[in-house]
């Protein structure tokens, strides 16, 4: 079966300083690899997805992830963080059916504060 | 391009009654996928629906139940609710062809 495993519940830091919120998996045959974000009352917003090709992958608004498959993990980090970026964020992997993807399977969230 | 529709988006109910929650997918998608979100938890998998059939389930009992239409709008009926059935449901649509998931606001359902 699969997991994943994000190892901090809440992630306090100070708006321009680097943050890192990790993310690690456990399958036994190729996934997919998703960032989720989401504000509060609001549903689930993609922040970025690896599906195959460069192991870095970047959003529009300055976060990146790495897949590690050695390490079977994908975590996100963005190098200044700003007020706007507080939120919860998803970890997700998905199974690769030969090219299909499977439902998504979560973890419980890292949650995101920022402050001035 | 509308994304994902749900309705209601709030909902009370009582021990033991039933609820139906409903989703419009994202224009150009043909498959809707629905997920329970209790508080402080991350999204759990309830089912899936492509070709108006239920194509995968997650561990969730008989008493959730969905159905899709011809024009790819879906339902989830949830019977005889208890207070564990509190939670913002969250409707997911996406497409054969493609990659990635496609959320909707979610209802957020409590059961007094």
């Known amino acids: 079966a699969q997991s994943v495993t994000q190892l901090d519940s809440q992630v306090p830091v100070f708006e321009e300083a680097p943050v890192e919120l990790r993310c690690n998996y456990s399958?036994?045959?190729?996934?997919?690899l998703f960032w989720y974000v989401q504000y509060p009352n609001q549903g689930l917003q993609l922040l970025l997805k690896?599906?195959?090709?460069?192991?870095l992958v970047e959003s529009i608004n300055g976060f990146e992830a790495e897949f590690n498959k050695s390490q079977t993990s994908f975590h996100l980090r963005k190098p200044s963080v700003h007020i706007s970026d507080t939120a919860e964020y998803f970890c997700?992997?998905?199974?690769?059916?030969?090219?299909?993807?499977?439902?998504?399977?979560f973890g419980k969230g890292t949650k995101l504060s920022v402050k001035p | 391009d509308a994304g994902v529709t749900q309705s209601p988006t709030h909902l009370i109910k009582t021990r033991g009654q039933q609820v139906t929650l409903r989703c419009s997918p994202k224009?150009?998608?043909?498959?809707v996928s629905w997920y329970q979100q209790a508080l402080g938890q991350g999204p759990q998998f309830i089912f899936q629906?492509?070709?108006?059939?239920?194509?995968q389930r997650g561990n969730f009992p008989d008493r959730f139940s969905g159905h899709q239409f011809p024009n790819y709008s879906s339902e989830l009926n949830v019977n005889a609710l208890l207070l564990g059935d509190s939670a913002l449901y969250l409707c997911?649509?996406?497409?054969?062809?493609?990659?990635?998931?496609?959320f909707g606001s979610g209802t957020r359902l409590t059961v007094v």
């Open positions: 690896y599906l195959s090709g460069s192991t």
């Open positions: 224009s150009g998608h043909d498959t």
């Open positions: 997700a992997v998905s199974l690769n059916y030969g090219g299909s993807q499977g439902n998504l399977i």
């Open positions: 629906y492509y070709e108006e059939e239920e194509r």
């Open positions: 399958s036994s045959v190729s996934v997919y």
């Open positions: 997911a649509s996406s497409s054969r062809e493609g990659y990635g998931y496609t």
